[in-house]
């Protein structure tokens, strides 16, 4: 044993840890702070929205499209399929900044959803290829950061 592992012995089970050496990346650079964009949504029609978009995905690369509207004060949700078709589901949402359209990945942005708290999620965007930040309005403690897919 080394001076960066740790043993546990539990009854019949060993249990042995290795602390990573190493100089990893300053995650807190990538966590928006403000957004070009700011939105706010229901999170119950917003994850609804999305699983519908979902089922029209490509298959594999599992995107849909955001675009987040301050005229129209509305998010639309799209996703489109050669052999399947098109949906797409257009939301109100308080929106203020720049029009944006976004791309992720279905499954990560639900991921996020499921855990965000409270009836509201807001979303920090900064441009088409920027991390976008999805959080509660009522507890800023959880942040959540998806990375967009390039189209």
Known sequence: MSENQFACRFADVDFISRLVEGKFPDYEQIIPKTGQTTAQV????????????????????NDISLTFSGLSHTVQIQAANVQLGQNTTTQSAKVEGEEVTITFNYRYVLDGLQHIA???????????MSPALFQSVTDDQFLYIVMPIKQ
């Open 42 to 61: 229901a999170k119950e029609d917003f994850t609804k929205a999305i699983k519908g978009a979902a089922l029209f995905s490509k298959t594999g690369v």
């Open 118 to 128: 409270g009836t509201e999620v807001k979303c920090l965007l900064n441009g088409s």
